[in-house]
């Protein structure tokens, strides 16, 4: 039996606690045979310290507020633009970024038929982004569809499929979106969707990564918010961890935004992540 990700909302509860990596082994399409420890510095990404793996939200209002950010903390080398600045203020902000020989990530979460999210897509790589995100639950015809309509460009964005949003519990994804599988499964799931579709890594939270990782295989990039240092608070995050556990686990990347942006003094936490990082 070949196991891909149509086949797995037909399993049972607890199906691939049962299983564990055995899955991936079966599977016929594996390009990477899963391993069990995933080295700090992936090939494709040599010479990365800690730091460059933690990107930074601007998640602010407006385009004055984002640039008072990126001035307050010259050290971060990725930022992240979500919707409430890109709605705001438009695409301004990617190409200062860009002025500033700063990586960018644009997370405007598409979520459309395929032909829209194809578009989308295409639109989105003319400001030169790092990373462009899409929900999984798209589907495999628009997930391939988004891939498809980047692949011909010189230095298309690598594309994230989010999983399940980091600030949704166990309870919710049971009882509201009446979703028949353990979180954790389902994660995998929309990962593996994602990852036979060509999308180039997954969104998801610390929590779900080491499986991710194991499953997915080294070669999928695998981003991860929800991330709470221990001294700061939760906020309305669900499924967090402290940074140094999530890089342990296996994400390449962390975004980590109101420990950062929201704390009285966000240089010094920002510099506090940071050693806490050094040493892992
Ligand atoms: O402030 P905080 O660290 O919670 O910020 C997390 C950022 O990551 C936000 O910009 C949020 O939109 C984004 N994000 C998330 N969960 C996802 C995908 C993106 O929190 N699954």
Redesign the pocket.
């Known amino acids: 039996m070949a196991f891909t990700a149509d086949r797995l909302p037909l399993l049972p509860i607890g199906f691939f606690s049962d299983l564990s990596c055995t899955a991936l082994k079966l599977r016929p399409h594996s390009p990477t045979p899963p391993s069990p420890h995933f080295p700090t510095s992936p090939p494709y990404r040599p010479n990365m310290t800690n730091s460059d793996r933690i990107i930074v ?1 601007l ?1 602010v209002p407006d385009l004055e507020s984002a640039i008072a950010l990126l001035d307050l903390l010259p050290e971060v080398n990725f930022w ?1 633009v ?2 409430e600045l890109f709605v705001s203020s438009g695409a301004e902000i990617l190409g200062i970024l860009q002025e500033r020989q700063k990586k960018s990530f644009l ?1 405007l ?1 598409f979520h459309d038929i395929p032909n829209t999210i194809a578009g989308a897509c295409r639109s989105a790589s003319r400001y030169q982004v790092d990373l462009l ?1 899409l929900h999984a639950t798209a589907g495999r015809q628009a997930l391939t569809a988004a891939k498809g309509a980047i692949s011909d460009l010189l230095s298309p964005p690598k594309l994230l499929a ?6 949704l519990n166990a309870r919710e994804l049971a009882l509201d979106l009446k979703i028949p599988l353990e979180l954790s499964e389902y994660a995998l799931n929309l990962a593996l969707l994602a990852k036979e579709s060509g999308i180039d890594g997954a ?3 610390p929590q779900e990564v080491a499986q991710l990782r194991r499953i997915c295989g080294e070669d999928f990039l695998l981003v991860c ?4 240092p221990s001294w700061s608070t939760k ?3 669900s499924r967090v961890m402290t940074p140094a556990q999530a890089l342990k686990a296996g994400a390449d990347y962390l ?8 704390a009285e003094e966000p240089k010094v936490a920002w510099a506090k992540i940071c050693q806490e990082l050094a040493d892992i």
């Open positions: 939200p998640d992240k979500g919707l997370d979460k995100t989010i999983t399940v949003l980091t600030s969104v998801c939270s918010p929800g991330v709470r906020g309305d995050q975004v980590i935004g109101r420990p950062i942006t929201g």
